[in-house]
């Protein structure tokens, strides 16, 4: 349990403390509540030392490296380009799945970070791997989801199938963040390739992203980066609002009911991360359509700010897979669930692997895992 959580938990306590010295309390017991609450802040500083220390889960993993199995590989590009990208196959040559990570939104085909344990998952489970550039961070007008980059990521799988034998009911895509966002929109361009696809704390609407990281009209980091692929702000121009929108999985998103799609999303997002959970409520609502029962936007609206769950809408069961960032609320229909779980801006790795593991494509997806493999780092990181 990290700092922060204890400290979730620990907000009565603190209200309490306040209540009780703004009012005519005894000096005796103020004091005794005082010692009780530095005792526990001891406390934590001594759970956060043995949690750095625990062998299960890694923190820091911006400072992890690929794998000596990896390799930096060119792939030709039919813009008569060479697109950078890390790649591994087994040595054998049966048909063996093929793993598709996609990098974060400020990253590269070479940031390692999280997505170095997608390597280690297909060096240990003997897949193929492979981590494309996709034209880099998303400041430029060829990157942030463009037709380019789009076409990079299908030109990388098919670079992969003639590398090694792949087994096609087995391609799998992943991403978190902004590689979330390339995931979803991947699942709703060419749903034809992937027997499953997981997607974490993605942006599922640049025009949103936008707004929310625009206060008081000026734009932060993210809005900039959105305005220099662009050209320009979307708030401002109905063309490159209309450019944000082809660029966003929410338009084609309703294209992926026949995939796999697990999306999933820290309930502290937005708070504590650059990307409200609401992105990936509106992306299951966006697949799903006119298909199922659609998630109402006031219960959205309400979820996000309250975290609490609208009257309606269950909480989730218990699910081990998920181990410390257990779901707060689960919605299936059909190959698509949403899982709002107890973090942040995470990508929970055991979760999203041991569930890819189990789709085939062109099958109904697979929602129960049961005897998973656990992992070292149990997740609790981004892809970054």
Avoid at 258 to 283: C, E, K, M, Q, Y
Wanted: proline share 7%; hydrophobic share 40%; charged share 15%.
């Amino acid at each position: 349990m990290t700092t922060e959580r204890i400290l979730r938990q620990l907000l009565p306590v603190r209200n309490a403390f306040h209540r009780l010295t703004s009012t005519p309390a005894s000096i005796q017991t103020t004091a005794m509540l005082s010692r009780s609450i530095t005792l526990v802040l001891l406390l934590i500083v001594a759970c956060e030392h043995l949690h750095a220390q625990s062998p299960l889960i890694k923190r820091n993993l911006a400072q992890r490296t690929w794998p000596a199995e990896i390799s930096k590989v060119e792939i030709p590009s039919s813009d008569n380009t060479l697109q950078p990208a890390m790649w591994y196959a087994p040595a054998s040559t049966t048909k063996k799945p093929l793993l598709v990570g996609l990098h974060t939104w400020s990253s590269t085909y070479a940031s390692a970070g999280g997505d170095s344990i997608f390597a280690e998952w297909c060096i240990a489970q003997g897949w193929a791997f492979i981590h494309p550039h996709f034209r880099g961070p998303n400041n430029t007008p060829e990157a942030m989801g463009s037709d380019r980059a789009v076409q990079d990521i299908v030109e990388a799988v098919a670079w992969a199938k003639q590398q090694t034998g792949i087994d096609h009911d087995r391609i799998y895509l992943i991403g978190g963040s902004g590689g979330a966002h390339m995931s979803q929109l991947m699942a709703g361009r060419h749903p034809e390739i992937w027997a499953g696809v997981s997607a974490w704390c993605g942006i599922s609407d640049i025009n949103a992203w936008h707004s929310f990281h625009t206060r008081s009209s000026k734009p932060g980091k993210y809005a900039l980066d959105i305005e220099a692929a662009l050209g320009g702000s979307p708030a401002t121009d109905e063309v490159r609002k209309s450019a944000a929108l082809k660029r966003s999985p929410i338009t084609w998103l309703h294209q992926a009911q026949s995939v796999p799609l697990d999306i999933a999303h820290g309930i502290h997002d937005g708070r504590l991360g650059s990307v409200p959970f609401t992105h990936s409520l509106n992306a299951y609502n966006a697949v799903i359509g006119k298909s199922g029962p659609q998630l109402r936007e006031a219960d959205i609206a309400s979820y996000y700010e309250t975290q609490s769950l609208p009257p309606t809408w269950k909480p989730a069961a218990p699910d081990p897979v998920y181990g410390p960032w257990q779901p707060k609320f689960v919605s299936q229909h059909q190959n698509t669930r949403i899982t709002i779980f107890e973090g942040a801006h995470e990508l929970i790795h055991q979760a999203a692997l041991n569930w890819l593991a189990l789709q085939r494509k062109g099958q109904p997806a697979v929602w129960q895992v049961n005897d998973f493999i656990p992992l070292e780092t149990g997740g609790g990181e981004t892809a970054k």
